[in-house]
Protein backbone atom coordinates (compact mmCIF):
# COMPACT_ATOMS: atom_id res chain seq x y z
CA UNK A 1 0.00 0.00 0.00
CA UNK A 2 1.60 2.93 -0.95
CA UNK A 3 -1.23 5.76 -0.20
CA UNK A 4 -1.68 7.48 3.04
CA UNK A 5 -4.81 6.63 4.93
CA UNK A 6 -5.81 9.96 4.81
CA UNK A 7 -4.98 9.65 1.03
CA UNK A 8 -7.43 6.48 0.66
CA UNK A 9 -9.98 8.09 2.94
CA UNK A 10 -9.85 11.54 0.95
CA UNK A 11 -10.27 9.56 -2.35
CA UNK A 12 -13.05 7.49 -1.70
CA UNK A 13 -14.94 10.51 -0.28
CA UNK A 14 -13.97 12.76 -3.45
CA UNK A 15 -16.05 9.69 -5.26
CA UNK A 16 -18.89 9.83 -3.09
CA UNK A 17 -19.53 14.08 -3.10
CA UNK A 18 -18.23 14.04 -6.39
CA UNK A 19 -15.72 16.80 -5.63
CA UNK A 20 -12.19 17.46 -6.76
CA UNK A 21 -10.15 15.70 -3.84
CA UNK A 22 -7.71 18.59 -3.49
CA UNK A 23 -10.33 20.91 -1.90
CA UNK A 24 -10.96 18.06 1.19
CA UNK A 25 -9.15 19.14 4.12
CA UNK A 26 -8.20 17.45 7.33
CA UNK A 27 -10.57 20.23 9.33
CA UNK A 28 -13.61 20.14 6.82
CA UNK A 29 -16.76 18.10 7.89
CA UNK A 30 -18.90 15.79 5.87
CA UNK A 31 -21.65 19.07 5.98
CA UNK A 32 -19.23 21.26 4.30
CA UNK A 33 -18.61 19.13 1.75
CA UNK A 34 -21.86 19.04 1.03
CA UNK A 35 -22.25 14.71 2.26
CA UNK A 36 -25.00 14.65 4.65
CA UNK A 37 -27.78 12.30 6.26
CA UNK A 38 -27.80 8.66 4.30
CA UNK A 39 -24.82 10.07 1.86
CA UNK A 40 -22.94 10.14 5.12
CA UNK A 41 -23.91 6.82 6.11
CA UNK A 42 -23.14 5.46 2.59
CA UNK A 43 -19.70 6.57 2.90
CA UNK A 44 -18.92 5.07 6.27
CA UNK A 45 -20.24 1.55 4.39
CA UNK A 46 -17.78 2.75 1.93
CA UNK A 47 -14.85 2.71 3.85
CA UNK A 48 -15.87 -0.17 6.19
CA UNK A 49 -15.89 -1.68 2.56
CA UNK A 50 -12.66 -0.52 1.22
CA UNK A 51 -10.10 -1.58 4.81
CA UNK A 52 -12.75 -4.34 5.49
CA UNK A 53 -12.96 -2.64 8.79
CA UNK A 54 -16.46 -2.06 11.33
CA UNK A 55 -16.76 1.29 12.85
CA UNK A 56 -17.98 0.51 16.41
CA UNK A 57 -21.44 2.06 16.92
CA UNK A 58 -20.97 5.59 18.10
CA UNK A 59 -22.86 7.14 20.65
CA UNK A 60 -25.67 9.26 18.96
CA UNK A 61 -23.98 9.24 15.89
CA UNK A 62 -23.79 11.93 13.85
CA UNK A 63 -21.01 11.41 11.11
CA UNK A 64 -22.35 14.67 9.33
CA UNK A 65 -20.80 17.40 11.59
CA UNK A 66 -17.36 14.56 11.89
CA UNK A 67 -14.22 16.06 10.17
CA UNK A 68 -12.92 14.27 7.56
CA UNK A 69 -9.55 14.01 10.30
CA UNK A 70 -11.74 12.18 12.52
CA UNK A 71 -12.64 9.96 9.98
CA UNK A 72 -9.19 9.20 9.04
CA UNK A 73 -8.24 8.96 12.66
CA UNK A 74 -11.17 6.29 13.56
CA UNK A 75 -9.82 3.96 10.48
CA UNK A 76 -6.58 4.18 11.58
CA UNK A 77 -7.70 2.95 14.93
CA UNK A 78 -9.82 0.06 13.56
CA UNK A 79 -6.86 -0.74 11.24
CA UNK A 80 -4.06 -1.03 13.82
CA UNK A 81 -6.60 -3.09 16.34
CA UNK A 82 -6.96 -5.44 13.37
CA UNK A 83 -3.15 -5.61 13.29
CA UNK A 84 -3.00 -6.25 16.78
CA UNK A 85 -5.59 -8.70 16.46
CA UNK A 86 -3.70 -10.68 13.45
CA UNK A 87 -0.65 -11.04 15.41
CA UNK A 88 -2.08 -11.64 18.55
CA UNK A 89 -4.23 -15.07 17.02
CA UNK A 90 -1.03 -15.81 15.61
CA UNK B 1 -68.12 21.51 0.30
CA UNK B 2 -68.80 17.64 0.65
CA UNK B 3 -72.13 16.25 0.24
CA UNK B 4 -71.18 13.26 1.70
CA UNK B 5 -72.48 12.83 5.49
CA UNK B 6 -69.69 10.51 7.10
CA UNK B 7 -70.55 7.77 9.54
CA UNK B 8 -68.97 7.81 12.65
CA UNK B 9 -66.67 4.90 13.54
CA UNK B 10 -65.43 3.63 17.09
CA UNK B 11 -63.46 0.62 18.11
CA UNK B 12 -65.12 -2.36 19.70
CA UNK B 13 -62.57 -5.11 19.90
CA UNK B 14 -58.11 -5.06 20.36
CA UNK B 15 -56.28 -8.16 20.35
CA UNK B 16 -52.42 -7.56 20.81
CA UNK B 17 -49.12 -9.94 20.32
CA UNK B 18 -46.10 -7.52 22.01
CA UNK B 19 -43.26 -8.01 23.83
CA UNK B 20 -45.25 -7.31 26.61
CA UNK B 21 -46.74 -10.81 26.26
CA UNK B 22 -49.76 -12.17 24.93
CA UNK B 23 -52.88 -10.07 24.32
CA UNK B 24 -53.56 -5.99 24.13
CA UNK B 25 -54.50 -6.29 28.30
CA UNK B 26 -50.76 -7.56 28.93
CA UNK B 27 -49.82 -4.68 26.95
CA UNK B 28 -51.25 -2.42 28.30
CA UNK B 29 -50.79 -3.39 32.02
CA UNK B 30 -47.03 -3.56 31.07
CA UNK B 31 -47.16 -0.05 29.56
CA UNK B 32 -49.17 1.51 32.45
CA UNK B 33 -46.53 0.16 34.91
CA UNK B 34 -43.51 1.30 32.91
CA UNK B 35 -42.12 -1.66 32.22
CA UNK B 36 -39.98 -1.82 29.48
CA UNK B 37 -39.79 -5.30 27.57
CA UNK B 38 -36.70 -4.26 26.10
CA UNK B 39 -33.94 -7.07 26.58
CA UNK B 40 -30.73 -8.72 25.46
CA UNK B 41 -31.22 -9.83 21.67
CA UNK B 42 -32.88 -13.66 21.69
CA UNK B 43 -31.43 -14.82 18.09
CA UNK B 44 -29.20 -17.55 16.76
CA UNK B 45 -26.57 -15.29 15.52
CA UNK B 46 -26.69 -12.81 18.20
CA UNK B 47 -23.20 -14.02 19.18
CA UNK B 48 -21.72 -12.01 15.33
CA UNK B 49 -24.57 -9.48 15.54
CA UNK B 50 -23.69 -5.80 16.49
CA UNK B 51 -27.31 -5.65 17.30
CA UNK B 52 -27.47 -6.54 21.02
CA UNK B 53 -30.92 -5.84 22.25
CA UNK B 54 -34.64 -5.48 20.94
CA UNK B 55 -37.67 -6.17 22.46
CA UNK B 56 -38.97 -9.51 21.44
CA UNK B 57 -42.16 -11.24 21.57
CA UNK B 58 -41.44 -13.88 24.76
CA UNK B 59 -41.36 -17.08 23.89
CA UNK B 60 -44.62 -18.05 26.03
CA UNK B 61 -46.45 -16.89 22.72
CA UNK B 62 -47.99 -20.08 21.39
CA UNK B 63 -48.99 -19.52 17.67
CA UNK B 64 -50.04 -23.16 17.39
CA UNK B 65 -52.58 -22.23 20.01
CA UNK B 66 -55.97 -23.03 18.63
CA UNK B 67 -54.92 -22.57 15.01
CA UNK B 68 -55.59 -26.01 12.77
CA UNK B 69 -52.64 -27.62 11.35
CA UNK B 70 -53.25 -26.94 8.03
CA UNK B 71 -53.57 -23.15 8.45
CA UNK B 72 -50.57 -22.89 10.32
CA UNK B 73 -48.38 -24.28 7.35
CA UNK B 74 -49.47 -21.09 5.78
CA UNK B 75 -48.08 -18.55 8.44
CA UNK B 76 -45.17 -16.52 8.36
CA UNK B 77 -44.30 -15.00 12.34
CA UNK B 78 -45.95 -11.89 10.98
CA UNK B 79 -49.17 -13.51 9.89
CA UNK B 80 -49.41 -15.89 13.33
CA UNK B 81 -48.93 -12.63 15.82
CA UNK B 82 -51.82 -10.97 13.60
CA UNK B 83 -54.07 -13.85 13.34
CA UNK B 84 -53.90 -14.57 16.77
CA UNK B 85 -54.19 -10.68 17.78
CA UNK B 86 -57.31 -10.69 15.48
CA UNK B 87 -58.87 -13.73 17.24
CA UNK B 88 -58.63 -11.92 20.63
CA UNK B 89 -60.08 -8.46 18.62
CA UNK B 90 -62.63 -10.13 17.49
CA UNK B 91 -63.81 -12.04 20.81
CA UNK B 92 -63.59 -8.76 22.82
CA UNK B 93 -66.36 -7.27 19.98
CA UNK B 94 -68.76 -10.41 20.01
CA UNK B 95 -69.47 -9.62 16.42
CA UNK B 96 -71.05 -12.90 14.48
CA UNK B 97 -69.81 -12.28 10.98
CA UNK B 98 -72.40 -15.09 9.71
CA UNK B 99 -75.57 -13.04 10.71
CA UNK B 100 -77.50 -10.61 8.60
CA UNK B 101 -74.66 -10.92 6.29
CA UNK B 102 -72.28 -8.96 8.31
CA UNK B 103 -69.14 -11.21 6.78
CA UNK B 104 -70.11 -9.50 2.94
CA UNK B 105 -70.17 -5.99 5.01
CA UNK B 106 -66.40 -6.18 6.97
CA UNK B 107 -63.33 -4.66 5.75
CA UNK B 108 -59.89 -6.18 6.01
CA UNK B 109 -56.88 -4.00 6.19
CA UNK B 110 -53.56 -4.75 7.86
CA UNK B 111 -50.64 -3.02 7.85
CA UNK B 112 -47.00 -4.26 7.58
CA UNK B 113 -43.52 -2.76 6.70
CA UNK B 114 -41.98 -6.04 5.14
CA UNK B 115 -44.27 -8.68 5.09
CA UNK B 116 -43.22 -12.47 5.24
CA UNK B 117 -39.54 -11.63 6.04
CA UNK B 118 -38.64 -15.08 8.71
CA UNK B 119 -39.58 -16.86 5.31
CA UNK B 120 -38.12 -14.80 3.06
CA UNK B 121 -34.67 -15.05 5.13
CA UNK B 122 -35.19 -18.90 5.45
CA UNK B 123 -35.82 -19.71 2.21
CA UNK B 124 -32.42 -17.59 0.45
CA UNK B 125 -30.57 -18.87 3.23
CA UNK B 126 -31.28 -22.54 1.61
CA UNK B 127 -30.78 -21.06 -2.13
CA UNK B 128 -28.03 -19.11 -1.27
CA UNK B 129 -26.01 -20.36 1.75
CA UNK B 130 -27.32 -24.28 1.27
CA UNK B 131 -27.44 -24.35 -2.02
CA UNK B 132 -30.89 -26.29 -2.15
CA UNK B 133 -31.83 -26.39 -5.84
CA UNK B 134 -35.90 -25.66 -4.55
CA UNK B 135 -37.97 -23.44 -2.14
CA UNK B 136 -40.20 -24.36 -0.30
CA UNK B 137 -43.95 -24.54 -2.18
CA UNK B 138 -45.35 -22.10 0.58
CA UNK B 139 -42.96 -19.75 0.34
CA UNK B 140 -45.19 -17.45 -1.59
CA UNK B 141 -47.74 -17.79 -0.01
CA UNK B 142 -45.95 -16.99 3.22
CA UNK B 143 -44.42 -14.09 1.80
CA UNK B 144 -46.65 -12.14 0.39
CA UNK B 145 -47.49 -8.58 2.07
CA UNK B 146 -51.29 -9.15 2.18
CA UNK B 147 -50.90 -12.81 3.76
CA UNK B 148 -51.79 -11.67 7.34
CA UNK B 149 -55.02 -9.60 5.62
CA UNK B 150 -56.19 -12.84 3.44
CA UNK B 151 -55.45 -14.90 6.32
CA UNK B 152 -57.91 -13.18 8.65
CA UNK B 153 -60.97 -12.76 6.17
CA UNK B 154 -60.49 -16.54 5.25
CA UNK B 155 -60.54 -17.60 9.27
CA UNK B 156 -63.37 -15.45 9.70
CA UNK B 157 -65.22 -15.70 6.36
CA UNK B 158 -65.00 -11.90 5.19
CA UNK B 159 -65.54 -10.95 2.18
CA UNK B 160 -65.49 -7.23 2.32
CA UNK B 161 -62.65 -5.05 1.02
CA UNK B 162 -59.30 -6.69 1.99
CA UNK B 163 -55.66 -5.94 1.38
CA UNK B 164 -52.46 -4.82 2.93
CA UNK B 165 -51.04 -1.38 3.30
CA UNK B 166 -47.29 -0.89 3.46
CA UNK B 167 -45.28 2.18 4.36
CA UNK B 168 -42.71 1.05 6.74
CA UNK B 169 -43.03 2.47 10.26
CA UNK B 170 -46.39 4.48 9.75
CA UNK B 171 -47.96 1.04 7.76
CA UNK B 172 -50.29 0.07 10.53
CA UNK B 173 -51.56 3.59 10.58
CA UNK B 174 -52.19 4.11 7.32
CA UNK B 175 -54.69 0.51 7.38
CA UNK B 176 -56.34 1.74 10.10
CA UNK B 177 -57.04 5.00 8.44
CA UNK B 178 -58.32 2.98 5.38
CA UNK B 179 -60.37 1.07 7.29
CA UNK B 180 -61.99 3.82 8.66
CA UNK B 181 -62.73 5.35 5.30
CA UNK B 182 -64.67 2.63 4.45
CA UNK B 183 -66.69 2.39 7.15
CA UNK B 184 -67.14 6.09 7.10
CA UNK B 185 -67.97 6.37 3.31
CA UNK B 186 -70.26 3.18 3.74
CA UNK B 187 -68.35 0.42 2.40
CA UNK B 188 -68.20 -1.71 5.18
CA UNK B 189 -69.94 -1.32 7.99
CA UNK B 190 -66.70 -3.12 10.45
CA UNK B 191 -63.38 -3.77 9.95
CA UNK B 192 -60.62 -5.61 10.79
CA UNK B 193 -57.42 -3.46 11.30
CA UNK B 194 -54.34 -2.53 12.33
CA UNK B 195 -50.49 -3.62 11.98
CA UNK B 196 -48.06 -6.66 11.95
CA UNK B 197 -44.45 -6.99 11.92
CA UNK B 198 -41.87 -9.85 12.46
CA UNK B 199 -38.54 -8.80 10.95
CA UNK B 200 -35.54 -9.51 13.38
CA UNK B 201 -34.06 -11.88 10.95
CA UNK B 202 -30.23 -11.93 10.34
CA UNK B 203 -29.92 -10.30 7.23
CA UNK B 204 -32.65 -7.35 8.28
CA UNK B 205 -30.82 -6.89 11.83
CA UNK B 206 -27.31 -6.27 9.60
CA UNK B 207 -29.59 -3.65 7.04
CA UNK B 208 -30.29 -1.81 10.09
CA UNK B 209 -27.02 -2.41 11.68
CA UNK B 210 -25.37 -0.45 8.42
CA UNK B 211 -27.70 2.47 8.83
CA UNK B 212 -26.56 3.23 12.32
CA UNK B 213 -29.39 4.24 14.32
CA UNK B 214 -29.89 1.52 16.03
CA UNK B 215 -29.50 1.84 20.44
CA UNK B 216 -26.43 -0.67 21.78
CA UNK B 217 -28.22 -0.32 24.97
CA UNK B 218 -32.18 0.70 25.40
CA UNK B 219 -34.24 2.87 23.77
CA UNK B 220 -34.24 6.41 25.28
CA UNK B 221 -36.60 8.82 23.95
CA UNK B 222 -36.50 12.64 24.01
CA UNK B 223 -33.28 11.97 26.88
CA UNK B 224 -29.93 13.53 26.24
CA UNK B 225 -28.15 10.42 25.96
CA UNK B 226 -30.69 8.80 24.10
CA UNK B 227 -28.51 6.20 21.54
CA UNK B 228 -31.26 5.30 18.75
CA UNK B 229 -33.71 3.07 18.18
CA UNK B 230 -34.38 -0.15 19.37
CA UNK B 231 -36.31 -3.14 17.53
CA UNK B 232 -39.46 -4.65 18.07
CA UNK B 233 -41.99 -6.81 16.93
CA UNK B 234 -45.87 -7.86 17.15
CA UNK B 235 -48.86 -6.76 15.95
CA UNK B 236 -52.26 -5.37 17.21
CA UNK B 237 -55.31 -5.80 15.52
CA UNK B 238 -58.69 -3.70 16.13
CA UNK B 239 -62.54 -4.08 15.26
CA UNK B 240 -63.64 -1.19 13.82
CA UNK B 241 -67.49 -0.23 13.25
CA UNK B 242 -69.65 2.73 12.37
CA UNK B 243 -71.26 3.94 15.78
CA UNK B 244 -74.69 3.21 14.41
CA UNK B 245 -74.07 -0.60 13.68
CA UNK B 246 -72.21 -0.88 17.73
CA UNK B 247 -74.53 1.06 18.98
CA UNK B 248 -77.62 -1.26 16.87
CA UNK B 249 -76.06 -4.29 19.07
CA UNK B 250 -75.48 -2.70 21.95
CA UNK B 251 -71.94 -3.11 21.96
CA UNK B 252 -68.95 -1.92 24.61
CA UNK B 253 -67.84 1.08 22.66
CA UNK B 254 -63.71 0.90 23.79
CA UNK B 255 -63.15 4.30 22.36
CA UNK B 256 -63.81 6.64 18.81
CA UNK B 257 -61.70 6.72 16.13
CA UNK B 258 -62.75 10.40 15.25
CA UNK B 259 -60.26 11.78 12.80
CA UNK B 260 -57.14 11.47 11.15
CA UNK B 261 -54.35 12.93 9.05
CA UNK B 262 -51.80 12.09 6.46
CA UNK B 263 -49.16 13.53 4.89
CA UNK B 264 -45.98 13.61 3.24
CA UNK B 265 -43.15 15.33 3.94
CA UNK B 266 -41.61 15.07 0.34
CA UNK B 267 -38.09 16.63 1.47
CA UNK B 268 -35.49 13.28 1.99
CA UNK B 269 -35.76 8.89 2.67
CA UNK B 270 -34.99 9.45 5.86
CA UNK B 271 -34.11 12.46 7.68
CA UNK B 272 -37.73 13.68 8.88
CA UNK B 273 -39.78 17.26 8.95
CA UNK B 274 -41.63 19.36 11.18
CA UNK B 275 -43.77 20.74 8.87
CA UNK B 276 -44.85 17.62 7.01
CA UNK B 277 -46.00 15.90 10.34
CA UNK B 278 -47.12 18.98 11.57
CA UNK B 279 -49.26 18.59 8.99
CA UNK B 280 -50.96 15.68 9.65
CA UNK B 281 -51.38 16.27 13.32
CA UNK B 282 -53.39 19.79 12.54
CA UNK B 283 -55.25 17.69 9.53
CA UNK B 284 -56.19 14.73 12.10
CA UNK B 285 -57.42 17.66 14.40
CA UNK B 286 -59.90 19.05 11.86
CA UNK B 287 -61.50 15.66 10.34
CA UNK B 288 -61.97 15.07 14.40
CA UNK B 289 -63.71 18.29 15.42
CA UNK B 290 -60.85 18.93 18.03
CA UNK B 291 -59.17 21.94 19.52
CA UNK B 292 -56.28 21.86 20.24
CA UNK B 293 -57.20 22.75 23.70
CA UNK B 294 -59.38 19.61 23.55
CA UNK B 295 -56.75 16.96 22.99
CA UNK B 296 -54.94 16.01 26.96
CA UNK B 297 -52.44 13.19 25.25
CA UNK B 298 -50.09 12.71 22.26
CA UNK B 299 -48.74 8.62 21.74
CA UNK B 300 -45.65 10.20 19.93
CA UNK B 301 -43.58 8.55 17.37
CA UNK B 302 -40.79 9.02 19.95
CA UNK B 303 -38.22 6.72 17.75
CA UNK B 304 -35.28 7.78 20.27
CA UNK B 305 -33.09 8.72 17.35
CA UNK B 306 -31.29 12.11 17.29
CA UNK B 307 -33.40 13.05 14.50
CA UNK B 308 -37.27 12.34 15.08
CA UNK B 309 -37.20 13.58 18.78
CA UNK B 310 -36.13 16.83 18.32
CA UNK B 311 -38.04 17.27 15.00
CA UNK B 312 -41.49 15.59 16.73
CA UNK B 313 -41.36 18.28 19.36
CA UNK B 314 -40.90 20.79 17.15
CA UNK B 315 -43.95 19.67 15.02
CA UNK B 316 -46.47 19.11 18.01
CA UNK B 317 -45.44 22.90 18.83
CA UNK B 318 -46.15 24.21 15.50
CA UNK B 319 -49.62 21.98 15.43
CA UNK B 320 -50.48 22.86 19.09
CA UNK B 321 -48.94 26.53 19.81
CA UNK B 322 -49.62 27.52 23.19
CA UNK B 323 -51.39 24.21 24.28
CA UNK B 324 -48.20 21.95 23.56
CA UNK B 325 -47.36 23.06 27.14
CA UNK B 326 -50.04 21.87 28.40
CA UNK B 327 -50.17 18.13 26.88
CA UNK B 328 -49.14 14.67 28.34
CA UNK B 329 -47.24 13.61 25.82
CA UNK B 330 -45.30 9.87 25.66
CA UNK B 331 -43.01 7.48 23.84
CA UNK B 332 -44.42 3.93 24.46
CA UNK B 333 -41.80 2.61 22.11
CA UNK B 334 -39.32 2.91 25.26
CA UNK B 335 -41.07 0.11 26.53
CA UNK B 336 -42.54 -2.09 23.76
CA UNK B 337 -39.71 -1.43 20.88
CA UNK B 338 -40.21 -0.09 17.64
CA UNK B 339 -42.06 -2.74 16.06
CA UNK B 340 -41.80 -0.88 12.70
CA UNK B 341 -45.30 -1.84 10.61
CA UNK B 342 -46.82 -2.96 14.15
CA UNK B 343 -46.04 0.09 15.58
CA UNK B 344 -48.99 2.69 15.39
CA UNK B 345 -51.35 -0.65 16.73
CA UNK B 346 -49.58 -1.26 19.93
CA UNK B 347 -49.24 2.18 20.29
CA UNK B 348 -53.11 2.54 19.88
CA UNK B 349 -53.69 0.23 22.39
CA UNK B 350 -52.16 2.52 24.74
CA UNK B 351 -54.39 5.23 23.48
CA UNK B 352 -57.37 3.50 24.09
CA UNK B 353 -56.12 2.32 27.62
CA UNK B 354 -55.29 5.99 28.64
CA UNK B 355 -59.06 7.09 27.51
CA UNK B 356 -60.66 4.08 29.18
CA UNK B 357 -58.83 4.71 32.18
CA UNK B 358 -57.51 7.90 32.60
CA UNK B 359 -54.20 7.15 32.99
CA UNK B 360 -51.22 8.22 30.68
CA UNK B 361 -48.57 5.82 29.98
CA UNK B 362 -44.96 7.24 30.96
CA UNK B 363 -41.87 7.56 28.70
CA UNK B 364 -39.68 5.17 30.32
CA UNK B 365 -36.01 5.53 30.45
CA UNK B 366 -36.12 8.95 30.81
CA UNK B 367 -32.94 10.16 32.36
CA UNK B 368 -31.97 13.29 31.22
CA UNK B 369 -34.22 15.28 29.15
CA UNK B 370 -32.75 16.91 26.09
CA UNK B 371 -33.04 20.77 25.83
CA UNK B 372 -34.11 20.56 22.70
CA UNK B 373 -36.76 18.71 23.74
CA UNK B 374 -38.79 20.86 25.97
CA UNK B 375 -42.57 19.37 26.27
CA UNK B 376 -43.95 17.03 28.92
CA UNK B 377 -42.73 13.42 28.01
CA UNK B 378 -44.28 12.26 31.83
CA UNK B 379 -40.89 10.83 32.60
CA UNK B 380 -40.61 7.11 33.77
CA UNK B 381 -44.11 6.94 36.43
CA UNK B 382 -47.59 6.66 34.28
CA UNK B 383 -49.62 9.41 35.39
CA UNK B 384 -53.46 9.31 36.31
CA UNK B 385 -55.22 12.04 34.69
CA UNK B 386 -58.62 12.88 32.66
CA UNK B 387 -57.89 12.08 28.94
CA UNK B 388 -60.76 13.52 26.72
CA UNK B 389 -58.53 12.98 23.10
CA UNK B 390 -55.75 11.98 21.86
CA UNK B 391 -53.39 11.84 18.82
CA UNK B 392 -51.44 8.64 17.75
CA UNK B 393 -48.36 9.74 15.61
CA UNK B 394 -46.47 7.28 13.44
CA UNK B 395 -44.02 8.76 10.98
CA UNK B 396 -42.08 6.61 8.56
CA UNK B 397 -38.77 6.20 6.49
CA UNK B 398 -39.37 7.98 3.11
CA UNK B 399 -41.21 11.04 5.35
CA UNK B 400 -44.83 9.42 5.60
CA UNK B 401 -47.02 10.72 8.31
CA UNK B 402 -50.49 9.34 9.81
CA UNK B 403 -51.85 10.25 12.42
CA UNK B 404 -55.05 9.72 14.36
CA UNK B 405 -56.99 11.18 16.54
CA UNK B 406 -59.00 9.24 19.19
CA UNK B 407 -62.50 10.76 21.54
CA UNK B 408 -63.34 8.96 24.88
CA UNK B 409 -66.23 6.28 23.90
CA UNK B 410 -69.60 8.41 23.03
Redesign the interface.
Known sequence: MTDTTQQQVFDIIAKQAKIDVAIIKPESTLKDLGIASLEAIELIFDIEEHFNITFPDQQGANFDTDTTQSLVDAVQKALDEKAAAGEGSK | MSTVSMRRVVITGMGAISPLGVGAEALWQGLREGRSAIGPLRHPDAERL?VKVAAQVPDSFDPTANIEERTLIMLDRTSEFALHAAREAIAQSGLDFSRNGLGVRTAVVVGTGVGGENTQDEQSKRLYGENSPRAHPLTIVRVMTNASASQISIAYGLRGPTFAVASACASANHAIIQAAQLIRYGMADAAITGGTEACLTYGALRAWE???V?A?DTCRPFSI????LVLGEGAGIFVLESLEHAQARGATILAELAGVGMTADAT????PSAEGSSAAMSQALADAGLNADDVDYINAHGTGT?ANDVTETKAIRLAFGTHADRLAVSSTKSMHGHALGASGALELVAVVGALRDSVVPPTANMDKVDPACDLDYVPNVAREMPVRAALSNSFAFGGLNAVLALKRAP
Not at chain 2, 268 to 271: R, S
Request: charged fraction near 40%.
Open positions: RAMRLDNRRGDIVMQ
